[in-house]
Every structure is written in structure tokens, then in C-alpha cells.
């Protein structure tokens, strides 16, 4: 299995296949809009402006996960995101990313990569390369502007 094997419903309720990312890198990103962390919201439009015609697609998937900071439903998140933080890379509709209820991309990816890289809180990253392999998985607390997150992405871009 790979992630291109997943799909999501996008925030406007439309069909999203990972498959349809074959090539490009993926940053999967699970986003909260009352959270501490909810500002991570301006690094990662700024990674998918700077990237994205290197190939990084950037995939918000909202969830109400941790501490309930995600309560509203697709179409408030979608008006916060924009009006708050411009956002205008693709975001899921909400899902769990943890436990029993979570979405099979994220059961994938942290039995790929170990029990300990499953999501401990809002705005955990998995990068994907272009071939849907797990290609990297960064906790909450690293930045968008990372550098080291930015190396990870740049070996991690087609071509």
C-alpha cells in the first residue's frame, strides 16, 4: 500500500484521491482553527506558495481530535481559514486522525512508520513523496519554516 491508495472528501464535499497527487510531494497536515498552533495556518500557505509549482501539493485535514479546538463544520472552517489566514492549498472535510475512528490514511501511516508517529496533537505533518511513500512525519510543535522540515521537502520534491 502506499498513500496514493487513500482518498478523502475535500472541504467543498467533492471526491479527493491521494492518487491524484502521484508525482508531487505531499505535506498531509491534520489543522485545528482554535488552537495555540492554528497560526502554523500562514506557514503552510506560504510552503504550498513557495513549492507548489516544484511539485508540494500541502493537504489540510481538519480535526476536532485534540481538545475539541476544531468544533465547526467544512463550510466555517473553510471561511476562517480564508478570511484568517488566506489559505488556498486543498483542505479535506474533518475527520479523526486518531484512535479506532480514524481515517484509514492515518492508520496507514502510523503503522508504516511506528505507534509513536501517529498525531499527538493539531498540525502533525506526514510528507509523502511522489511515489505515495511516507517519506517523513513531523510533530506539531515543528514550524513550517522549519529548516529542517524545508530540507525534507526539497529532497523530497519530483525530479
Same mark, same amino acid.
Given at each position: 500500500?502506499?498513500?496514493?491508495d487513500f482518498s478523502f472528501t475535500s472541504i467543498d464535499g467533492q471526491p479527493l484521491n491521494m492518487a491524484d497527487f502521484k508525482g508531487k510531494a505531499v505535506l498531509v497536515? /491534520?489543522?485545528a482553527s482554535r488552537c495555540g498552533l492554528t497560526p502554523q495556518y500562514a506557514g503552510l500557505e506560504s510552503l504550498?506558495? %513557495?513549492?507548489?509549482?516544484? %511539485?508540494?501539493?500541502v493537504l489540510g485535514v481538519p480535526s476536532n481530535d485534540f481538545g475539541e479546538q476544531e468544533p465547526g463544520g467544512e463550510s466555517e472552517i473553510r471561511e476562517f481559514c480564508a478570511a484568517n489566514y488566506q489559505v488556498s492549498f486543498p483542505m479535506t472535510a474533518k475527520y479523526p486522525v486518531t484512535g479506532g475512528e480514524a481515517h484509514p490514511f492515518y492508520k496507514w501511516a502510523a503503522d508504516v512508520a511506528g505507534e509513536g508517529a501517529a498525531p499527538a496533537w /493539531?498540525?502533525?505533518?506526514?510528507l509523502i513523496g511522489p511515489d505515495g511513500a511516507l517519506a517523513g512525519v513531523f510533530g506539531s510543535k515543528v514550524a513550517p519554516d522549519d529548516a529542517e522540515l524545508k530540507k525534507e521537502i526539497e529532497a523530497?520534491?519530483?525530479?
Open positions: 500500500m502506499s498513500a496514493h497536515v /491534520n489543522t504550498w506558495q %513557495g513549492y507548489r509549482d516544484k %511539485g508540494l501539493v /493539531n498540525f502533525h505533518k506526514f523530497t520534491l519530483p525530479g
